[in-house]
């Protein structure tokens, strides 16, 4: 995606040319991440309310598309949680289930008396 064809790009370089430090923030990188969140919290958004929708249109003959809607913005984003920071809790579950599985066995470290 081109740089100026996100719309947070634009209000980028306005903050950056009013703080009048371009080394701070300067770069592709920071402007395609801050766009990236971006799009990641409107998918968040879109599926919470998609969600909210569904609950109100239960019992109508629009249920079958709001619940396609929805399961499409569900799988939107689980595809998309290895690449922001909400893979973290996936990482942090991970280690704790290791740590817990380590703690149970017997050690493995010999000391003491033999």
Known sequence: MPMQACPSYWAYRVALHSLS???????????????????????LFLTALSGLVLMFVKHTPALPLTLSLHLGAVMALFLTLPYSKFAHAVYRGAALLKWSIERRQPSKLQLGDE
């Open 21 to 43: 430090a371009p080394s701070v923030c300067s770069g592709l990188t920071y402007a395609d991440t801050r766009c990236t969140r971006i799009r990641r919290i409107a998918l």
